[in-house]
């Protein structure tokens, strides 16, 4: 059974930047054969994707709304994938998730607030 658990959020102001971390367990392979996503749910508001990492060959998608800003990577040996935040905006608070696309398994989420 994978398990996610995020970490890394917090209260910063615009123009800042987090570094969220998300450590898996339970995997039958190494991370970097898995495709890892982060989403995110802001209040009242449906939860929407903001980046992906395919496994393998680590191609790399982004919400255009987070596109230039946000950077999704990965450290296999230590199970963790990251999202490195930069130029932080009100809009961007919610509550971010990490995801194991193949099992579909969520994190408990990680809130991130963005004061202007």
């Known amino acids: 059974q994978v398990q996610l658990v995020e970490s890394g959020g917090g209260l910063v102001q615009a123009g800042g930047s987090l570094r969220l971390s998300c450590v898996a367990s339970g995997l ?3 991370l970097s054969m898995y495709t890892m996503a982060w989403f ?6 449906e939860r929407e994707f903001v980046a992906t990492i395919s496994g393998g060959i680590n191609n790399v998608n982004y919400a255009d709304s987070v596109k230039g800003r946000f950077t999704i990577s990965r450290d296999s040996a230590k199970n963790t994938v990251y999202l490195q935040m930069n130029s932080l905006k009100p809009e961007d608070t919610a509550v971010y998730y990490c995801n194991h696309r193949s099992t ?3 994190g408990q989420g990680t809130q991130v607030t963005v004061s202007s």
């Not at 995110?40 to 508001?45: E, F, V």
């Open 104 to 106: 579909s398994s969520w």
């Open 28 to 30: 039958t392979f190494s």
């Open 40 to 45: 995110r749910q802001a209040p009242g508001k």
